[in-house]
């Protein structure tokens, strides 16, 4: 009986890393900016600095109860460089950016957004990581995050929790 559920015990961590992984490795769509903060410029003038806006975001449901990953594309129309330096959300107690190399997850203290072009946090790639959750959430509900940036003021932005395997048609 012991071999059984030993057997039953590591087919579930497998499983759970698994899917864990999953949830690591696209981007997606259903994400909303609030209105008044879509616009990321700071204080320079139109045209001149950086003008940002956050969108094709979604959470995969996590598969742990206390991490998840996020993704959504960020997209400066401005004709300056800005950074994301830091993501927060009320769902959990802190927000990590991550990059993954190969099968290895690195966290990193930031990431570029070129002028005119974007940052696309996806999976396989950079992403951002919830650790110690508050509540595990479900798909269908929505996520608020809060992007801080070097130069920009912050933008708010919700994003969808998707199931654990959704994969955005691109």
């Known amino acids: 009986m012991r071999r059984g559920r030993r057997a039953s015990v590591v087919t579930a961590a497998a499983l759970s890393l698994a899917l864990g992984l999953a949830a690591c490795s696209g981007d ?23 003008r940002l806006r956050a969108e094709a975001g979604f959470v995969p449901q996590p598969v742990m109860k206390d991490l998840a ?3 959504l594309t ?4 401005g004709a300056a460089d800005d950074r994301l330096t830091a993501v927060s959300t009320d769902l959990a107690d802190d927000v990590t950016l991550h990059t993954t190399e190969g099968e290895r997850m690195r966290a990193v203290d930031g990431f570029d957004v070129p002028a005119g ?9 950079a992403h951002l990581m919830l650790e110690k ?14 992007l801080h940036f070097a130069e920009s003021e912050p933008i ?12 955005p048609a691109e």
Not at 28 to 50: E, F, I, N
Not at 117 to 125: I, N, S, T, Y
Not at 133 to 146: A, C, Q, T, W, Y
């Open 28 to 50: 997606g769509s259903g994400t909303r900016t609030k209105a008044g903060s879509g616009d990321g410029g700071g204080a320079a003038g139109p045209g001149s600095g950086p």
């Open 69 to 71: 990953a996020g993704y």
């Open 74 to 77: 960020v997209r400066n129309d």
């Open 117 to 125: 072009g974007e940052l696309a946090l996806a999976r396989g790639g």
């Open 133 to 146: 959750l508050d509540r595990r959430p479900e798909v269908g509900e929505k996520v608020s995050f809060v």
């Open 156 to 167: 708010e932005v919700e994003v969808p929790v998707q199931p654990t395997t959704y994969r």
